[in-house]
């Protein structure tokens, strides 16, 4: 099959039954997705697909020929860190780092969806998406911390929220 990860046109061959999380970790070495529960109930292996957050465990890899993965190897490098990857740093947003990389690539994807408007279950209103705690919380509810660093979580997605924030008023 052929896949686009990390900017990288791949040709690489799997069983029908291999999960994208197996393929990338397996067949590519890419091993920032982690495998928790293998039942996408922990969001551990959350990588982006043509832009959109996806638990990789539970999507197999045949259903992405042609496809964009961006796993966190791609939002970033440990010379170039991404504003998130820097902000997670900063406000110690991790304890063990397990799921970590699941929660950058989710954060990465919600701050895009509320850049396009998208709403969720609990914002007030439907035609400008105000990003508080509480909206943050709801948005990544799908990506567990056993380690429970939640509030520092929050704390780094709302800062390059804000920054993002100011930037586009700047303009």
């Known amino acids: 099959m052929r896949i686009t990860v990390n900017g990288e046109a791949r040709e690489v061959e799997a069983d029908v039954r291999t999960t994208l999380l197996d393929l990338l970790r397996e067949h590519l070495g890419l091993t920032g997705a982690k495998k928790g529960c293998d039942h996408g109930q922990c969001g551990a292996c959350t990588v982006l697909v043509d832009g959109r957050r996806i638990n990789a465990c539970l999507s197999l890899a045949v259903m992405h020929e042609g496809d964009e993965v961006v796993t966190i190897e791609g939002l970033g490098t440990p010379d170039r860190l991404s504003p998130l990857q820097a902000a997670f740093l900063h406000h110690d947003g991790f304890q063990c780092g397990y799921c970590t990389p699941g929660q950058i690539c989710s954060a990465t994807a919600m701050l895009d969806e509320v850049a396009k408007g998208w709403a969720s279950h609990v914002s007030d209103d439907l035609d ?15 990506n567990i911390c056993r380690c429970s660093a939640y509030p520092t979580i929050v704390a780094a997605i ?14």
């Open 128 to 142: 400008h998406v105000a990003l508080d705690d509480m909206e943050i919380r709801e948005r990544m509810s799908g």
């Open 158 to 171: 709302r800062e390059v929220a804000d920054a993002e924030r100011l930037a586009e008023a700047a303009e």
